[in-house]
């Protein structure tokens, strides 16, 4: 597992966020995947995210396993009950994907099926009890497993958010660890000054923080998220070096080599990109870096 084998050396590790197609047509996803795979520990694959209908996370991290390239799976709470978290779980370890994330997920309202109903059967906390309850040999039922799942798991944190407390922050994130969470992934993070609060709350050595790095496509979704996503803060300063820029795309991918190039000096373990259907600008970012 070359992520798992990052954490432990202290190499920096790069996971690419690599969203499942809305349709059956994965060539364009596994091509993307595969410009770039040389150059990163592992492909972080959405469950569902925003609440858009796609091809689960399931089925999009067993297409790159095959072809050899490590994945993080995103298992999310709100979309299944416990038997088919259980059971996904299951299959996942069967198919060689080994690197889990759970998060709560988006509410449905916010996606393209309005009108769908969440589950949420277990909680996020209790759903990273489910998983130390299965590498023990056992379901939640009790009942003995007939061969064992091993993961390295890893979440959420809010840490860096506008607008949180760090001290919030650090108890939901130390309950999470003790129930068996390895690494911590925050929200885009376009500011590192805002994660700093949280971060003299914590053992930088011991506790393993993944921010996001989010790839702007257009001064227009800079002005959106600023004004509109309340959790997301830009740099006034941000806004207009890309209101200023003649090639505007590639001066947002400076923006997000830079925010990564910050991110390492800082003595992050690693760091998530994310480019929210822009994964041909992967290579662009990578080869930055």
């Not at 596994?30 to 858009?52: G, N, Q, T, W, Y």
């Not at 589950?119 to 061969?147: A, F, I, K, P």
Request: aromatic residues 4%; charged residues 25%.
């Amino acid at each position: 597992m070359a992520l798992q084998g990052k954490f432990e050396t202290g190499e920096f590790a790069i996971i690419a966020e690599m969203e499942p197609p809305k349709g059956v047509n994965v060539a364009a996803t596994v091509s993307h995947a595969k410009r770039v795979k040389d150059r990163v520990a592992a492909f972080l694959i959405p469950e569902m995210s925003h609440a858009v209908m796609r091809m689960s996370a399931l089925g999009a991290a067993m297409l790159l396993e095959r072809d050899g390239m490590e994945t993080v799976m995103q298992m999310c709470c709100r979309d299944r009950n416990r038997l088919a978290l259980q059971g996904d779980l299951l299959a996942a370890a069967a198919c060689r994907v080994r690197n889990i994330a759970v998060v709560d997920g988006e509410d449905a309202s916010y996606g393209d099926h309005h009108q769908a109903r969440a589950v949420h059967d277990v909680s996020l906390l209790e759903l990273l009890h489910v998983m130390q309850t299965l590498q023990s040999g056992r379901d939640m039922s009790g009942v003995e497993l007939d061969g064992t799942p091993n993961f390295l798991v890893g979440s959420t944190t809010h840490a860096g958010a506008k607008g949180r407390s760090a001290e919030i922050e650090v108890e939901q994130m130390t309950q999470r660890a003790e129930a068996g969470a390895r690494f911590f992934i925050t929200p885009p993070l376009f500011d590192l000054e805002l994660i700093r609060p949280f971060l003299r709350r914590v053992d930088r050595e011991r506790t393993i923080i993944l921010p996001t790095v989010l790839l702007l496509k257009s001064l227009g979704m800079a002005r959106y998220i600023e004004r509109n996503m309340p959790h997301i803060a830009i740099p006034p300063e941000t806004i207009d070096r890309i209101q200023k820029a003649g090639d505007k795309a590639r001066e947002c991918v400076r923006i997000a080599v830079e925010l990564t190039a910050g991110i390492k000096a800082e003595g992050f373990k690693g760091v998530v990109l994310s480019t929210l259907g822009w994964e041909h600008k992967l290579p662009d970012i990578v080869e930055g870096i």
